[in-house]
Structures are given as C-alpha cells and as structure tokens.
C-alpha cells in the first residue's frame, strides 16, 4: 500500500521555468492538499481539493495553480518559478479529520 | 483567527529523560488536535489525535498528549526518550466540518547519548 506518493522527489529549476509536482494516493479519500514547508514557518497550505472537481485557495495561493484530475491525483503547476518558492512542498490526503502526508519534494529556484 | 503555538524551536533532551513539547492553540470551539513527527527528509506521520472524550491521549511509539480546555493546550509528553526520538514535532488543530487545519512551527528535538 504506496499511501501518498509525490514525484519528483528533488527538482532544481531556473527563475522563470515552469513544471508541475505530482501527487497520487490510494486511499480512496475524497480530500487532498498542498503545503509548503520553510525554516521556522511550519506548513502552509497553498491549495486544497475536498472532492474531485473542486479546489480552493488556501494561506499561500499565489504563484501556483492546481488540477483534481481524478480522485487520485492532485497536481501543483508553479508557471513562473521564482526564487521564493525555493521549499519542501508536501501533499497530503484526508479521511475522517486525519490527514496522510507524502514524502515530500525539495524544490530549489535558482 | 485560528492559530498554532510552539513556544520552544528547539529542545535537548538526553537518551532515558522524560520529554514535555509545549503546544498551545487559538480556537473558540472544541478543536480537533494532532501532533506529527518528521524525520529528516521524510513526510509527516501522525502520532496521535484528540477529537473527543478523554482528555489523555495515547499515540504511537509511546507518546502521549493532554488536552487542557482551561490552558488552551495540547502538551506532548513521553516517559523516557530513545535516540530514534530525534525528529521535528508539529502541533496541529482543525475542527469538525474545517477543510483546513493549521500548524505551527515546529519543536526540532535533539537526542543526546
């Protein structure tokens, strides 16, 4: 059982490049979320998908954009990296109030 | 506003000593808690949850947290810490019906022998 699987699990970009992390999990769970992680900030949430075909803006929207594809999958598009969203981005998924997070991908703008 | 405090970013403990990481959360309502561990390059995996009822709570690997409705926290204790403890715990609060859930900063916990 994958649980919640994030790929690339390490990505270097240069300002202005664009790409997308993905995000599938197994569960079955109707819930799905992006954070991002900086020193000394915790988790911020930058969008959120609580069933297929909807998503909603968390904290740190701006800068990203992000697609439910199906129930599995739950993409995050940076369009124009820039340097400030150098960070570990987490997706995570949801059932009953608990969420399930991947292992995360390393994210450096250059 | 809804928030998570972690007064302490960093906490040494040696191998055997007993472990207290301090959470305190902004909440009008009964909150659901969480506290997470993150081991170095790895995801967050849940350690345990209060949504209800006892006020103590057990987790895996021997943790445990009281819920203080009076103090507004959410402490995380464990008897006695093992050099496998060394990780970074966050606190978290959401609540029945919420989409989001918040986290605070963080308490990095360093072991020594």
């Known amino acids: 059982n994958a649980g919640v699987t994030q790929t690339p699990k390490f990505q270097v970009l240069k300002t202005g490049q664009s790409m997308t992390l993905q995000c599938a999990q197994d569960?079955?769970?109707?819930?799905m979320y992006w954070y991002r992680q900086d020193p000394g900030m915790g988790l911020r949430l930058i969008y959120y998908?609580?069933?297929?075909?909807?998503?909603d803006k968390g904290e740190v929207p701006n800068g990203y954009n992000v697609s439910r594809l199906n129930k599995r999958e739950f993409s995050l598009r940076l369009e124009s990296a820039a340097p400030s969203q150098t960070s570990v981005y987490f997706c995570?998924?949801?059932?009953?109030?608990?969420?399930?997070f991947g292992a995360g991908t390393r994210l450096s703008v250059l | 506003a809804q928030s998570v405090t972690q007064p302490d970013i960093h906490i040494t403990v040696s191998e055997g000593a007993s472990l207290e990481l301090r959470c305190n959360y902004s909440?009008?309502?009964?909150?659901?808690l969480f506290w997470y561990v993150q081991s170095p390059g790895q995801g967050l995996q849940l350690l345990l949850k209060?949504?209800?009822?006892?006020?103590l709570v057990q987790g895996i690997k021997g943790f445990e947290a009281e819920f203080k409705r009076s103090q507004s926290s959410f402490n995380l204790r464990k008897p006695s810490v093992h050099w496998s403890d060394a990780a970074e715990y966050f606190c978290?609060?959401?609540?029945?019906?919420?989409?989001?859930?918040?986290f605070g900063t963080g308490t990095s916990l360093t072991v020594i022998p």
């Open positions: 909440y009008g309502a009964t909150p659901y």
């Open positions: 978290a609060v959401g609540a029945q019906g919420w989409n989001q859930f918040y």
């Open positions: 998908s609580a069933s297929e075909g909807t998503t």
């Open positions: 569960m079955n769970h109707n819930s």
């Open positions: 995570a998924s949801m059932t009953e109030n608990i969420q399930y």
């Open positions: 209060y949504f209800s009822g006892d006020t």
